[in-house]
Nanobody
Framework: VQLQASGGGLVQAGGSLRLSCAASGRTFSSHAKGWSRQAPGKEREFVAALSRSAATTYYADSVKGRFTISGDSALNTFYLQMNSLKPEDTAVYYC???????????????WGQGTKVTVSS
């Protein structure tokens, strides 16, 4: 599976952005799909994921209630809608896919190149 993330940019605190992740590969529909992020000087952390069946969503506590992950199987694309952004959301965001656990980053098989999100105060 190859993944291409897009949609990052500069936004003021309280604003919104929608990240997209376009995937190629015949087996992509059977993968769990997720987003992680890495802020400068920090370790990469889990943000959100969609289960393999797409029936369940998972969120880090820090983004719960503000971010929404969704998918469009017809387009082989999934999204991360980010609302009420905070300066601490500033990071490079990566999309990934996994045939194993959706919330465990080391289980992910493929990652996109990352898209940078900067939230100004």
């Amino acid at each position: 599976v190859q993944l291409q993330a897009s949609g990052g940019g500069l936004v003021q605190a309280g604003g919104s952005l929608r990240l997209s992740c376009a995937a190629s590969g015949r087996t992509f529909s059977s993968h769990a799909k997720g987003w992680s992020r890495q802020a400068p000087g920090k370790e990469r952390e889990f943000v959100a994921a969609l289960s393999r069946s797409a029936a369940t969503t998972y969120y880090a506590d820090s983004v719960k209630g503000r971010f929404t992950i969704s998918g469009d199987s017809a387009l082989n694309t999934f999204y991360l809608q980010m609302n009420s952004l905070k300066p601490e959301d500033t990071a490079v965001y990566y999309c990934g896919s996994s045939l194993r656990r959706a919330t465990v980053l080391r289980d992910y098989d493929s990652w996109g190149q990352g898209t940078k999100v900067t939230v100004s105060s």
